[in-house]
């Protein structure tokens, strides 16, 4: 009863270290342009403007599905209402569920492999600075290892309610986003492993009429589930086609593109910045020794081939697709948190030189990831010096609202009828998330007859130079930086800029 209790003690304190690490100072962070653009999504649903999935661009739509229950929770009904903390706790639900998912393990693993693998989950730096992020990938993490001990339940028992649980987990991940199609394969691929090395034991009954039913199910409940939300609800039958469409018609941002190892870099390479030594090789460690402890077992060496398998065909594929982005390694590093617990399996087997060597491995690892999100998500959460910080929203954008009232407020500005401001370009965000509060303004991939008429004209790189031809003569030009990368140049019609001047001398 002792050891019990003291395990639900361990698995409490997990979820506020997890909790912690999450939600503190959420809305510290600026926000990112993939949240600004999923936000004016969920803008839409409530709204009550109707949702449509677009096959180019933006992902699944469960994750704004999620996220509009929880701003019709907390009063915010509009797209000016929405904060940045109601934005993100979805993201930070999934990762709390993330980090008690081992549970779904302990019987088959153990309890303390399962902690273990939970305490890793719940201090990572990867997993913890985007889950506090309103992307996809946090959703795709949790019903990813979902999916793997649902059919790992199905495999054991072959019964029906397991393949339908199996069937909808599949489906969610689908609903969320579309490359989770890479996950099947190297799930696939990891599975024919294993069927290899155990061929000898392999039972006919597997191929009975039985077996062939429950994949019927499954694959039923998977394509009702994803039905259903990409059609929102079967109101939209378009959806469904257009949920196939996304991968023909899918279109990636450009300025992403990067070389083969940069995962490896990223994730385990040291890099020394900002004072601290980034990197999460140690859990890696425990990884591989998870893989050695369970290798030799018939039943936990099954989970631990299939993890390690799992996570080097996840990692082939992402590396070898040119556009790279941190926060698609969510899953595949799921993977490698889970196969780290592992290395607590039978651990009263070991000796007690063995024991401490592995509790200080583990001990020092579990810190040290806390120190790194903590830092991650602190005074560098949106530096450039962080490697997490991918494509940060820079100063200079966070300040424009306050410029602009600055702007309107003077009085140039009160006396005109037109105080119009237009946004030129296309990669502008997450400029709208800035400017939500200001009724006038209107955004054009390229300039406009009339756009000498506006008061502020914000222009992307790519217009540039078209705005200069049309503004030289009636606006006064601003250099800023939106993010990471990403100028912006800002014209501000003349009487405006002279007035600006006078009252901000510096």
């Not at 069937?167 to 290899?196: C, M």
């Not at 425990?286 to 936990?300: D, N, V």
């Not at 993977?335 to 024991?355: D, E, I, M, P, W």
């Amino acid at each position: 009863m002792r050891r019990k209790s003291l395990t639900w003690v361990g698995w409490i304190a997990l979820f506020f270290l997890a909790a912690w690490l999450r939600l503190n100072n959420l809305e510290s962070t600026p926000i990112h342009a993939d949240e600004a653009t999923g936000a004016k999504i969920l803008s839409q649903r409530i709204e009550g403007t109707g949702y449509n999935f677009d096959p180019k661009h933006y992902h699944g739509p469960f994750p704004s599905l999620v996220a509009e229950s929880i701003a019709r929770l907390s009063g915010e009904t509009s797209w000016v209402d929405l904060s940045l903390f109601t934005l993100r706790l979805g993201s930070v639900i999934a990762g709390l569920l993330t980090v008690m998912s081992p549970l779904l393990w302990a019987k088959t693993v153990g309890v303390v492999p399962a902690l273990a693998a939970a305490a890793c989950l719940a201090s990572s730096p990867l997993l913890v600075y985007y889950n506090r992020i309103y992307i996809h990938e946090s959703w795709l993490l949790l019903f990813g290892i979902i999916t793997l001990a649902a059919l790992h339940r199905l495999y054991a028992r072959k019964n029906l309610p397991m393949a339908i649980i199996s069937g909808i987990s599949i489906g969610l991940l689908f609903a969320i986003k579309e490359s989770f199609v890479l996950s099947i394969l190297a799930w696939a691929g990891s599975a024919t492993l294993l069927l290899v090395i155990h061929r000898p034991k392999l039972r006919l009954h597997r191929l009975r009429p039985q077996s062939l039913t429950l994949v019927f199910l499954l694959v039923l409940a998977s394509f009702c589930t994803s039905s259903y939300l990409y059609s929102d609800g079967f109101r939209n039958l378009q959806g469904i086609i257009d949920s196939c469409k996304t991968y023909i018609d899918y279109e990636t941002a450009p300025g992403h593109e990067k070389k083969f190892s940069y995962y490896l870099h990223f994730l385990l390479w040291p890099k020394k910045t900002v004072g601290t030594l980034w990197t999460e090789i140690t859990v890696f460690a425990l990884a591989a020794i998870g893989l050695w402890r369970t290798g030799k077992e018939r039943k936990s060496g099954s989970i631990g081939i299939f993890l390690a398998t799992a996570t080097l065909l996840h990692w082939i594929l992402y590396s070898c697709i040119a556009y790279k982005t941190p926060w698609l390694m969510l899953l595949p590093w799921g993977h490698v948190c889970l196969l780290a617990g592992l290395a607590f399996y039978n651990y009263q087997t070991l000796s007690l030189t063995q024991r401490r060597s592995l509790l200080l491995l583990f001990i020092g690892s579990i810190g040290w990831q806390i120190v790194q999100s903590r830092e991650a998500t602190g005074t560098y959460a949106n530096d450039e010096r962080n490697p997490y910080a991918y494509v940060a929203t820079s100063r200079d954008a966070r300040k424009i609202p306050e410029w602009i009232q600055q702007i309107q407020a003077l009085p140039e500005a009160s006396i005109r009828q037109n105080n119009r401001i237009a946004v030129i370009g296309k990669q502008y965000w997450p400029l709208p998330w800035f400017l939500r509060d200001f009724r006038e303004v209107e955004y054009h991939p390229i300039p406009n007859k009339s756009l000498a008429d506006y008061s502020i004209v914000f222009a992307l790189p790519e217009q540039n130079t078209a705005c200069d031809a049309r503004l030289d003569k009636s606006h006064d030009k601003f250099l800023k930086s939106l993010r990471s990368n990403v100028p912006v140049s800002i014209y501000l019609q003349k009487d405006l800029a002279k007035a600006w001047y006078q009252t901000n001398p510096q």
